[in-house]
Protein backbone atom coordinates (compact mmCIF):
# COMPACT_ATOMS: atom_id res chain seq x y z
CA UNK A 1 0.00 0.00 0.00
CA UNK A 2 1.30 3.82 -1.16
CA UNK A 3 2.15 6.06 1.70
CA UNK A 4 -0.28 9.10 1.38
CA UNK A 5 1.74 12.08 -0.14
CA UNK A 6 1.61 15.08 1.62
CA UNK A 7 3.53 18.54 1.10
CA UNK A 8 5.52 18.40 4.26
CA UNK A 9 7.82 21.43 4.61
CA UNK A 10 10.29 20.79 7.21
CA UNK A 11 10.43 23.11 10.67
CA UNK A 12 13.56 25.23 11.17
CA UNK A 13 12.65 25.63 14.92
CA UNK A 14 12.32 22.63 17.27
CA UNK A 15 8.23 22.34 17.33
CA UNK A 16 6.68 19.00 17.11
CA UNK A 17 4.52 18.74 14.12
CA UNK A 18 1.06 17.71 15.02
CA UNK A 19 0.22 13.92 14.76
CA UNK A 20 -2.23 14.85 11.96
CA UNK A 21 0.96 16.05 9.50
CA UNK A 22 1.41 11.58 9.60
CA UNK A 23 -0.25 9.85 6.50
CA UNK A 24 -3.27 8.86 7.23
CA UNK A 25 -2.74 5.13 6.99
CA UNK A 26 -0.14 5.50 9.78
CA UNK A 27 -2.69 6.25 12.32
CA UNK A 28 -5.01 3.29 11.69
CA UNK A 29 -1.97 1.02 10.57
CA UNK A 30 -2.88 -1.71 12.42
CA UNK A 31 -6.41 -1.74 11.25
CA UNK A 32 -6.18 -1.03 7.31
CA UNK A 33 -2.82 -3.56 6.68
CA UNK A 34 -4.16 -7.28 6.90
CA UNK A 35 -1.98 -8.95 9.81
CA UNK A 36 0.32 -11.40 7.73
CA UNK A 37 2.42 -13.42 9.65
CA UNK A 38 5.51 -14.60 7.60
CA UNK A 39 6.21 -17.75 8.04
CA UNK A 40 4.60 -20.84 10.29
CA UNK A 41 6.73 -22.51 12.81
CA UNK A 42 8.40 -25.97 12.82
CA UNK A 43 5.89 -26.98 15.20
CA UNK A 44 6.86 -30.70 14.52
CA UNK A 45 10.11 -30.20 15.52
CA UNK A 46 9.82 -28.46 18.62
CA UNK A 47 6.94 -30.75 19.86
CA UNK A 48 9.18 -33.84 19.15
CA UNK A 49 12.11 -32.23 21.43
CA UNK A 50 9.14 -31.76 24.18
CA UNK A 51 8.47 -35.26 23.68
CA UNK A 52 11.21 -36.69 23.76
CA UNK A 53 12.71 -34.60 26.91
CA UNK A 54 9.49 -35.57 28.91
CA UNK A 55 9.47 -39.65 27.87
CA UNK A 56 12.79 -39.46 29.42
CA UNK A 57 11.87 -38.70 32.93
CA UNK A 58 10.66 -40.84 35.15
CA UNK A 59 8.02 -38.67 37.56
CA UNK A 60 8.61 -42.46 40.42
CA UNK A 61 12.27 -42.31 40.45
CA UNK A 62 13.86 -39.02 39.09
CA UNK A 63 16.88 -37.47 40.49
CA UNK A 64 15.65 -33.94 42.63
CA UNK A 65 15.51 -31.29 39.87
CA UNK A 66 15.40 -34.05 36.55
CA UNK A 67 12.02 -32.56 36.08
CA UNK A 68 13.10 -28.64 35.88
CA UNK A 69 11.27 -26.45 33.40
CA UNK A 70 13.80 -26.42 30.25
CA UNK A 71 13.48 -24.44 27.08
CA UNK A 72 13.54 -25.74 23.45
CA UNK A 73 15.01 -23.38 21.12
CA UNK A 74 14.72 -23.56 17.48
CA UNK A 75 17.80 -21.98 15.91
CA UNK A 76 16.12 -22.29 12.11
CA UNK A 77 13.49 -19.72 13.36
CA UNK A 78 16.55 -16.58 13.33
CA UNK A 79 17.33 -18.01 9.85
CA UNK A 80 13.88 -16.91 8.92
CA UNK A 81 13.23 -14.27 11.18
CA UNK A 82 16.61 -12.55 9.46
CA UNK A 83 15.19 -13.80 6.28
CA UNK A 84 12.00 -11.49 6.58
CA UNK A 85 13.74 -8.38 7.97
CA UNK A 86 15.79 -8.71 5.48
CA UNK A 87 12.38 -8.70 2.79
CA UNK A 88 10.96 -6.17 4.70
CA UNK A 89 13.45 -3.97 5.73
CA UNK A 90 16.33 -4.02 3.05
CA UNK A 91 17.85 -1.00 3.91
CA UNK A 92 18.17 -1.39 7.63
CA UNK A 93 20.90 -2.96 9.15
CA UNK A 94 20.01 -5.32 12.67
CA UNK A 95 21.74 -4.73 15.68
CA UNK A 96 20.55 -7.35 17.86
CA UNK A 97 19.93 -5.92 21.43
CA UNK A 98 22.08 -8.89 23.68
CA UNK A 99 20.06 -7.90 26.57
CA UNK A 100 16.84 -9.21 25.30
CA UNK A 101 18.54 -12.95 25.48
CA UNK A 102 21.96 -13.49 25.51
CA UNK A 103 22.16 -17.30 24.37
CA UNK A 104 25.20 -17.59 22.80
CA UNK A 105 23.52 -20.45 20.38
CA UNK A 106 21.54 -17.38 19.28
CA UNK A 107 24.43 -14.75 19.33
CA UNK A 108 26.42 -17.06 17.41
CA UNK A 109 24.17 -17.68 14.90
CA UNK A 110 22.94 -14.15 14.29
CA UNK A 111 26.69 -13.26 14.13
CA UNK A 112 26.97 -15.71 11.17
CA UNK A 113 23.93 -13.87 9.11
CA UNK A 114 26.28 -11.21 9.56
CA UNK A 115 23.71 -9.35 12.13
CA UNK A 116 25.44 -6.78 14.55
CA UNK A 117 24.81 -6.36 18.37
CA UNK A 118 23.86 -3.44 20.50
CA UNK A 119 25.47 -3.86 24.04
CA UNK A 120 24.78 -1.75 27.16
CA UNK A 121 27.58 -3.10 29.15
CA UNK A 122 30.57 -4.45 29.59
CA UNK A 123 29.50 -7.40 30.09
CA UNK A 124 27.85 -7.43 26.70
CA UNK A 125 30.40 -6.78 24.79
CA UNK A 126 32.47 -9.35 26.33
CA UNK A 127 30.36 -12.12 25.60
CA UNK A 128 30.07 -10.40 21.71
CA UNK A 129 33.52 -9.90 21.35
CA UNK A 130 34.26 -13.48 22.61
CA UNK A 131 32.48 -14.74 19.69
CA UNK A 132 34.72 -13.38 17.15
CA UNK A 133 33.03 -10.63 16.68
CA UNK A 134 34.74 -7.34 15.25
CA UNK A 135 34.31 -4.48 17.47
CA UNK A 136 33.22 -2.25 14.52
CA UNK A 137 29.51 -4.36 14.72
CA UNK A 138 28.75 -3.34 18.23
CA UNK A 139 26.78 -0.19 19.03
CA UNK A 140 27.32 0.64 23.23
CA UNK A 141 23.90 1.57 23.01
CA UNK A 142 23.65 2.90 26.60
CA UNK A 143 23.33 6.74 26.92
CA UNK A 144 24.73 6.88 30.43
CA UNK A 145 27.64 4.91 31.02
CA UNK A 146 30.02 4.32 33.99
CA UNK A 147 33.52 5.84 33.23
CA UNK A 148 35.30 2.45 33.99
CA UNK A 149 32.84 0.89 31.26
CA UNK A 150 33.51 4.06 28.69
CA UNK A 151 37.44 3.36 29.43
CA UNK A 152 36.91 -0.65 28.32
CA UNK A 153 35.09 0.53 25.28
CA UNK A 154 37.78 2.48 23.42
CA UNK A 155 40.74 -0.20 25.09
CA UNK A 156 38.72 -2.61 22.80
CA UNK A 157 37.71 -0.30 20.14
CA UNK A 158 34.27 -0.14 20.51
CA UNK A 159 33.64 3.15 18.85
CA UNK A 160 29.93 3.93 18.50
CA UNK A 161 28.33 4.96 21.66
CA UNK A 162 24.92 6.57 22.19
CA UNK A 163 24.23 9.73 24.52
CA UNK A 164 21.68 12.27 25.25
CA UNK A 165 23.13 14.53 27.92
CA UNK A 166 25.97 17.23 28.11
CA UNK A 167 27.68 15.47 31.09
CA UNK A 168 27.94 11.79 29.43
CA UNK A 169 29.61 14.11 26.54
CA UNK A 170 32.09 15.38 28.83
CA UNK A 171 33.19 11.77 29.94
CA UNK A 172 33.63 10.89 26.65
CA UNK A 173 35.50 13.26 25.81
CA UNK A 174 38.00 12.78 28.69
CA UNK A 175 37.88 8.54 28.59
CA UNK A 176 37.09 7.86 24.55
CA UNK A 177 37.44 10.98 22.63
CA UNK A 178 38.02 8.77 19.36
CA UNK A 179 34.36 7.20 20.29
CA UNK A 180 32.08 8.01 17.02
CA UNK A 181 28.46 9.41 18.77
CA UNK A 182 25.22 9.12 18.06
CA UNK A 183 22.43 11.26 20.01
CA UNK A 184 19.53 9.97 21.30
CA UNK A 185 16.51 11.85 20.62
CA UNK A 186 13.52 10.98 22.91
CA UNK A 187 10.12 9.91 21.10
CA UNK A 188 6.27 9.58 21.82
CA UNK A 189 6.18 6.14 23.51
CA UNK A 190 2.83 6.44 25.42
CA UNK A 191 1.53 3.33 23.79
CA UNK A 192 4.91 1.08 24.55
CA UNK A 193 4.67 -2.23 26.75
CA UNK A 194 8.19 -0.88 28.17
CA UNK A 195 8.34 2.92 28.07
CA UNK A 196 11.97 4.07 27.32
CA UNK A 197 11.77 8.25 26.90
CA UNK A 198 10.50 8.48 31.00
CA UNK A 199 14.35 7.36 31.20
CA UNK A 200 16.28 8.56 28.00
CA UNK A 201 16.56 10.62 25.00
CA UNK A 202 17.05 14.58 24.60
CA UNK A 203 13.81 16.45 24.14
CA UNK A 204 14.09 18.36 20.22
CA UNK A 205 14.02 21.45 22.06
CA UNK A 206 17.68 20.81 23.94
CA UNK A 207 19.16 19.41 21.34
CA UNK A 208 20.89 22.49 20.51
CA UNK A 209 22.77 22.17 23.65
CA UNK A 210 24.16 19.21 22.87
CA UNK A 211 25.12 19.72 19.35
CA UNK A 212 26.83 22.75 20.56
CA UNK A 213 29.04 20.87 23.37
CA UNK A 214 29.69 18.01 20.46
CA UNK A 215 31.20 21.18 18.38
CA UNK A 216 33.13 22.88 21.41
CA UNK A 217 34.71 19.74 22.57
CA UNK A 218 35.49 18.73 19.22
CA UNK A 219 34.13 15.44 19.18
CA UNK A 220 32.89 13.13 16.28
CA UNK A 221 28.42 13.07 15.94
CA UNK A 222 27.86 10.71 13.20
CA UNK A 223 23.85 9.96 14.04
CA UNK A 224 20.49 10.41 15.30
CA UNK A 225 19.33 7.19 17.38
CA UNK A 226 15.62 6.90 18.92
CA UNK A 227 13.43 4.03 20.43
CA UNK A 228 9.80 4.03 20.45
CA UNK A 229 9.86 1.61 23.01
CA UNK A 230 9.28 -1.82 23.24
CA UNK A 231 6.24 -3.19 21.93
CA UNK A 232 4.86 0.21 20.64
CA UNK A 233 1.28 -0.40 19.24
CA UNK A 234 1.04 3.45 18.05
CA UNK A 235 2.74 3.08 14.66
CA UNK A 236 2.39 6.59 13.86
CA UNK A 237 4.95 7.10 16.83
CA UNK A 238 8.05 5.77 14.58
CA UNK A 239 6.60 7.84 11.13
CA UNK A 240 7.41 11.02 13.64
CA UNK A 241 10.07 9.78 15.07
CA UNK A 242 12.27 9.53 11.81
CA UNK A 243 10.90 13.03 10.77
CA UNK A 244 12.27 14.31 14.03
CA UNK A 245 15.40 12.63 13.56
CA UNK A 246 15.95 14.14 10.33
CA UNK A 247 15.55 17.76 12.24
CA UNK A 248 18.43 16.79 14.03
CA UNK A 249 20.76 15.84 10.80
CA UNK A 250 19.69 18.88 9.33
CA UNK A 251 20.11 21.26 12.12
CA UNK A 252 23.68 19.64 12.69
CA UNK A 253 24.53 20.60 9.30
CA UNK A 254 23.03 24.30 8.71
CA UNK A 255 23.03 25.65 12.10
CA UNK A 256 26.35 23.86 13.52
CA UNK A 257 28.38 23.07 10.90
CA UNK A 258 28.99 19.44 11.30
CA UNK A 259 30.67 16.96 9.33
CA UNK A 260 27.03 15.20 7.42
CA UNK A 261 25.78 12.93 9.87
CA UNK A 262 26.24 9.06 8.65
CA UNK A 263 23.90 6.75 10.50
CA UNK A 264 20.39 6.56 11.37
CA UNK A 265 19.39 4.38 14.06
CA UNK A 266 15.92 3.89 14.50
CA UNK A 267 15.95 1.36 17.74
CA UNK A 268 13.66 -1.44 18.88
CA UNK A 269 10.34 -2.64 19.78
CA UNK A 270 9.38 -4.89 16.70
CA UNK A 271 7.77 -7.52 17.43
CA UNK A 272 7.19 -10.73 15.33
CA UNK A 273 3.52 -10.34 15.04
CA UNK A 274 2.94 -6.76 14.08
CA UNK A 275 6.23 -6.80 11.66
CA UNK A 276 4.07 -6.86 8.47
CA UNK A 277 2.57 -3.01 9.50
CA UNK A 278 5.22 -1.53 11.65
CA UNK A 279 8.02 -1.89 8.91
CA UNK A 280 5.98 -0.55 6.36
CA UNK A 281 5.17 2.94 8.54
CA UNK A 282 9.34 2.53 9.05
CA UNK A 283 10.10 2.33 5.05
CA UNK A 284 7.54 5.11 4.03
CA UNK A 285 9.09 7.15 6.70
CA UNK A 286 12.27 6.48 5.93
CA UNK A 287 11.94 6.78 1.82
CA UNK A 288 10.12 10.35 3.14
CA UNK A 289 12.69 12.05 5.02
CA UNK A 290 15.83 10.08 4.23
CA UNK A 291 15.55 9.10 0.36
CA UNK A 292 18.27 7.61 -0.91
CA UNK A 293 19.28 10.64 -4.21
CA UNK A 294 19.94 12.65 -1.03
CA UNK A 295 21.01 10.13 1.60
CA UNK A 296 22.46 7.64 -0.71
CA UNK A 297 25.57 6.81 1.73
CA UNK A 298 23.67 6.71 4.80
CA UNK A 299 23.41 3.70 7.26
CA UNK A 300 20.63 2.68 8.70
CA UNK A 301 20.63 0.94 11.55
CA UNK A 302 18.34 -0.94 14.13
CA UNK A 303 18.28 -2.34 17.66
CA UNK A 304 15.53 -5.21 17.22
CA UNK A 305 15.60 -7.80 20.53
CA UNK A 306 12.08 -9.35 20.72
CA UNK A 307 11.83 -9.50 17.22
CA UNK A 308 14.35 -12.14 17.11
CA UNK A 309 13.82 -13.95 20.16
CA UNK A 310 10.39 -14.32 21.41
CA UNK A 311 9.14 -16.80 18.54
CA UNK A 312 12.98 -18.84 19.12
CA UNK A 313 12.53 -20.16 22.25
CA UNK A 314 9.26 -22.39 24.08
CA UNK A 315 8.95 -23.13 27.78
CA UNK A 316 8.48 -26.74 29.40
CA UNK A 317 7.11 -26.27 33.15
CA UNK A 318 5.72 -29.06 35.29
CA UNK A 319 2.76 -29.00 37.67
CA UNK A 320 4.61 -29.71 40.68
CA UNK A 321 0.68 -29.49 42.86
CA UNK A 322 -2.63 -28.54 43.33
CA UNK A 323 -5.32 -26.87 45.24
CA UNK A 324 -8.50 -27.80 44.76
CA UNK A 325 -10.99 -24.89 45.58
CA UNK A 326 -14.22 -26.52 44.41
CA UNK A 327 -15.88 -27.89 41.45
CA UNK A 328 -13.70 -27.26 38.44
CA UNK A 329 -11.36 -24.60 40.12
CA UNK A 330 -7.89 -25.25 41.76
CA UNK A 331 -5.02 -23.31 41.81
CA UNK A 332 -1.82 -25.35 39.99
CA UNK A 333 1.52 -25.01 41.22
CA UNK A 334 4.36 -24.72 38.43
CA UNK A 335 8.21 -25.13 38.87
CA UNK A 336 8.75 -22.15 37.02
CA UNK A 337 7.48 -18.14 37.59
CA UNK A 338 8.11 -14.56 37.93
CA UNK A 339 11.37 -15.04 40.09
CA UNK A 340 12.55 -17.60 37.11
CA UNK A 341 11.60 -17.42 33.02
CA UNK A 342 8.67 -15.93 33.49
CA UNK A 343 9.93 -12.43 35.17
CA UNK A 344 8.54 -10.83 32.03
CA UNK A 345 5.06 -10.45 33.72
CA UNK A 346 6.72 -8.76 35.79
CA UNK A 347 9.48 -6.36 34.28
CA UNK A 348 8.14 -6.48 30.79
CA UNK A 349 4.14 -6.75 31.02
CA UNK A 350 4.13 -9.82 29.21
CA UNK A 351 0.68 -12.19 29.84
CA UNK A 352 2.46 -15.58 28.93
CA UNK A 353 0.35 -18.44 27.45
CA UNK A 354 -0.27 -21.77 29.36
CA UNK A 355 -1.15 -24.79 26.99
CA UNK A 356 -1.69 -28.41 28.10
CA UNK A 357 1.41 -30.19 26.90
CA UNK A 358 0.99 -33.68 28.70
CA UNK A 359 -2.33 -35.08 30.73
CA UNK A 360 -3.89 -38.46 31.22
CA UNK A 361 -0.33 -39.85 29.84
CA UNK A 362 -1.53 -38.25 26.65
CA UNK A 363 0.45 -35.37 24.96
CA UNK A 364 -2.04 -32.77 23.80
CA UNK A 365 1.17 -30.15 22.00
CA UNK A 366 -1.19 -29.27 18.72
CA UNK A 367 -4.13 -28.14 20.98
CA UNK A 368 -3.46 -25.28 20.41
CA UNK A 369 -7.02 -23.68 22.19
CA UNK A 370 -6.24 -25.82 25.70
CA UNK A 371 -6.52 -22.89 27.50
CA UNK A 372 -7.94 -19.16 27.66
CA UNK A 373 -8.65 -15.97 29.48
CA UNK A 374 -12.02 -16.03 28.84
CA UNK A 375 -14.60 -18.88 29.93
CA UNK A 376 -15.95 -21.07 27.19
CA UNK A 377 -17.62 -24.38 27.44
CA UNK A 378 -15.25 -25.96 25.91
CA UNK A 379 -12.44 -24.91 28.64
CA UNK A 380 -14.60 -25.67 31.96
CA UNK A 381 -11.57 -25.48 34.35
CA UNK A 382 -10.98 -22.52 36.16
CA UNK A 383 -7.34 -21.99 37.54
CA UNK A 384 -4.84 -19.64 39.10
CA UNK A 385 -1.28 -20.27 37.98
CA UNK A 386 1.38 -19.79 40.55
CA UNK A 387 5.20 -20.57 40.65
CA UNK A 388 7.51 -22.52 42.79
CA UNK A 389 9.00 -19.86 45.73
CA UNK A 390 7.35 -18.86 48.71
CA UNK A 391 6.30 -15.64 47.97
CA UNK A 392 2.52 -14.18 46.87
CA UNK A 393 3.44 -12.14 44.00
CA UNK A 394 4.84 -14.80 42.23
CA UNK A 395 1.67 -15.32 40.36
CA UNK A 396 1.51 -16.54 36.47
CA UNK A 397 -1.94 -15.72 35.58
CA UNK A 398 -5.24 -15.22 38.60
CA UNK A 399 -7.48 -16.20 36.34
CA UNK A 400 -7.45 -18.72 33.38
CA UNK A 401 -9.52 -21.71 31.69
CA UNK A 402 -8.15 -25.27 30.80
CA UNK A 403 -9.77 -27.88 28.63
CA UNK A 404 -7.93 -30.28 30.87
CA UNK A 405 -8.25 -31.00 34.53
CA UNK A 406 -4.15 -30.56 34.85
CA UNK A 407 -2.72 -33.01 37.49
CA UNK A 408 0.58 -33.06 39.39
CA UNK A 409 3.11 -34.44 36.79
CA UNK A 410 1.47 -33.05 34.04
CA UNK A 411 3.19 -30.45 31.67
CA UNK A 412 2.13 -27.29 30.38
CA UNK A 413 3.84 -25.31 27.77
CA UNK A 414 4.18 -21.40 26.91
CA UNK A 415 5.38 -20.43 23.30
CA UNK A 416 6.74 -17.46 22.10
CA UNK A 417 8.89 -17.25 25.52
CA UNK A 418 12.15 -16.23 24.84
CA UNK A 419 12.09 -12.39 25.01
CA UNK A 420 13.52 -10.78 28.91
CA UNK A 421 12.83 -14.21 30.08
CA UNK A 422 16.12 -16.04 30.82
CA UNK A 423 18.12 -12.95 30.78
CA UNK A 424 16.52 -11.34 34.18
CA UNK A 425 15.83 -15.19 35.80
CA UNK A 426 17.22 -15.12 40.07
CA UNK A 427 17.81 -17.84 42.19
CA UNK A 428 15.41 -16.42 44.83
CA UNK A 429 14.60 -18.88 47.09
CA UNK A 430 16.78 -21.10 46.20
CA UNK A 431 15.52 -22.16 42.73
CA UNK A 432 17.94 -22.71 39.68
CA UNK A 433 18.31 -19.44 37.81
CA UNK A 434 18.80 -21.48 34.56
CA UNK A 435 17.06 -24.14 32.91
CA UNK A 436 18.39 -26.53 30.62
CA UNK A 437 17.71 -25.56 26.75
CA UNK A 438 17.70 -27.92 23.80
CA UNK A 439 18.55 -27.07 20.65
CA UNK A 440 16.86 -27.66 17.11
CA UNK A 441 17.45 -26.17 14.23
CA UNK A 442 14.22 -26.98 11.78
CA UNK A 443 14.99 -25.95 7.82
CA UNK A 444 11.53 -24.82 6.76
Known amino acids: MAAVQLDHKFVSTPKLVEPASAPKYVESALDYVVPEIPHKQAHDEIFDALRKRIEAINEETCEPGDENSFFVCDIGEVQRLYNNWHKRLPRVQPFYAVKCNPDHRVLAKLASLGVNFDCASKTE ?167 TESFGNLQIIAEPGRYFAATTFTLAVNVIAKRNLGEQEAMIYVNDGVYGNMNCILFDHQEPTPRTLYHNKQFHYYDFDSSSTKKAASLPHKVSMWGPTCDGLDCITKEHYMKHDLVTGDWIYFPNLGAYTSSAATPFNGFEQTVDTIYIESSY
Do not use: M, W
Open 125 to 291: IEKVLALGVSPNRIIYANPCKASSFIRYAAKNKVLKSTFDNVEELHKIKKYHPESQLLLRITTDDSTAQCRLSTKYGCELEKVDELLETVQKLGLNLIGVSFHVGSGASDLSSLYKAVRDARFVFDKAASQYGLPALQILDVGGGFQFDTFAQSSLVLSDAIDEFFP
